[in-house]
């Protein structure tokens, strides 16, 4: 479970960037967090990474507590996290076997178990076939699905992707967004943050909307209302 107590986040130039945030998130739950830009979504993520410390509150994520964890434990809590950047991220002198099977070599894992597993997520992402080929030789959406696959690679909890649909063309937003659905229904938690009103109707998930640092609405098969 994710839990924000009280929390906020206020920056050294003064930005209160979050203030008194009191969210739980449950295990194996979809959210979508929506709002506009600058009101408090990408803190929230980088509070989540713990790229960012809070500055009165506690935040917990499952058994660690982020506002008290030392920074060696760092790395190994970020394994439990599989992170999709809207901006893809690849490493373009990798191919897709490599791309994906990096995240579990700098983890350490054995040789055997890479080889092994890489093939099985990227069949879940569909992109066996394209598992020789350069990022630069893919569409935006192949793309994407080469992200994911990256995050599921260390098989983390929680899936949290930034704006994963907005580089892409309407089909394969909609196939990003059901492989998403797909690895929630295998008990992943998912958070999906998303300007996009359409994707939130449709999947008619969970809604959480973030204004001037606060929570002003959270419903579950809502909408995304915007006047909010």
Do not use: C, W
């Amino acid at each position: 479970m994710i839990e924000f107590r009280d929390v906020s986040k206020i920056y050294p130039n003064g930005t209160v960037a979050l203030e008194n945030i009191n969210l739980k998130i449950e295990d194996g739950e979809f959210v979508f967090i929506v709002g506009a830009s600058g009101a408090g979504k990408s803190t929230l993520m980088h509070l989540l990474l713990r790229e960012e410390k809070v500055t009165s509150g506690k935040l917990l994520v499952g058994d660690y507590d982020l506002t008290k964890i030392p920074n060696f434990k760092i790395p190994y809590y970020r394994r439990q996290l599989g992170m999709v950047f809207q901006d893809f991220k690849l490493f373009e002198k990798k191919t897709v076997y490599e791309n994906v099977a990096f995240a579990m070599q700098v983890i350490g894992e054995p040789a055997k178990v890479i080889k092994r597993r890489v093939p099985t997520i990227l069949s879940i992402v569909g992109l066996v076939d394209k598992y020789k080929n350069f990022p630069t030789e893919l569409s935006g959406g192949e793309q994407q699905r080469v992200a994911l696959a990256r995050a599921l690679a260390n098989n983390p909890r929680i899936i949290i992707a930034d704006e994963p649909t907005a580089n892409i063309d309407p089909k394969m937003k909609m196939e990003i967004m059901n492989l998403l659905m797909k690895i929630n229904s295998k008990g992943k938690t998912v958070i999906v943050v998303t300007h996009e009103k359409n994707i939130v109707d449709y999947f008619q998930k969970r809604v959480i909307t973030i204004q001037n640092g606060h929570v002003v609405d959270d419903r579950v098969g809502g909408m995304y209302d915007e006047t909010v």
